[in-house]
């Protein structure tokens, strides 16, 4: 079962000990930034699902820090504020944000708050497409777009891709690889994966570089 990544951008030593402590307990997998700048390069590097963003900031603020994030990607953001100003909640909506909690708060209703809001994503059919780095792996429609130019893969190639770029950063053995991709009673060579790995770097082009050789291992794509 897939595990929801909330990243909470606060500078608060504190409240930051207390909402990762929430999250995990609410079986989130929680990400913690001290700063805009960190939390913008977090969410660049990982596949984070929810955003819980406080206002005031010691690099950039909150309005600053949502107005970035809006330019390239749609995940949801909480705004946290001690101001509970009307002109504060419409300038956060105005801006892109999904809901507005105002401190002090309870933990147990952001909790309430970041599951609906998950829930409501969900239901909203969002687009289930893998990015990376100038590699789009659209999955409902399985095709692969690289610097926005389709490529076409054929269905094992695309299946391996896909398993890479849901594993970004991870090394994946050959027999991972092997049981996941072609299943279970696959009995071929280990060599069939290194070679669909070599079809996958060609079609890849200038992006090859991001498919690793983890020698003795496998192979893993790129997490930098």
Not at 92 to 115: C, H, N, Q, T, W
Not at 153 to 171: I, S, V
């Amino acid at each position: 079962m897939k595990m929801d990544k909330v990243l909470v951008i606060e500078d608060e030593k504190g409240l930051q000990d207390i909402l990762k402590t929430y999250l995990e307990k609410n079986g989130y997998s929680a990400f913690i930034a001290g700063d805009g700048r960190s939390g913008l390069e977090l969410i660049e590097k990982y596949d984070i699902s929810l955003v819980i963003l406080d206002v005031m900031l010691p690099d950039m603020d909150g309005w600053r820090v949502l107005r970035e994030l809006r330019e390239t990607s749609d995940v949801p953001v909480i705004m946290l504020t001690a101001r509970g100003e009307e002109y504060d909640k419409l300038l956060g909506f105005e801006l892109g944000a999904d809901d507005y909690v105002v401190k002090p708060f309870s933990p147990r209703e952001l909790m309430a708050r970041i599951k609906a809001l998950l829930k409501r994503v969900d239901k909203g059919g969002a687009k289930n497409v893998l990015e990376w780095k100038g590699i789009v792996v659209d999955v409902d429609s399985r095709e692969v777009y690289v610097d926005g130019n389709k490529v076409d893969f054929t269905p094992k190639e695309f299946d391996l891709l896909k398993y890479l770029m849901e594993n970004r950063g991870r090394a994946i053995t050959r027999e991972q690889c092997l049981e996941r991709v072609w299943g279970y009673d696959f009995y071929g060579d280990l060599r069939t994966v290194d070679t669909h790995i070599k079809q996958i770097r060609e079609k890849l082009g200038d992006k090859r570089y991001l498919v690793k050789t983890v020698w003795g291992i496998g192979y893993k794509l790129d997490g930098e």
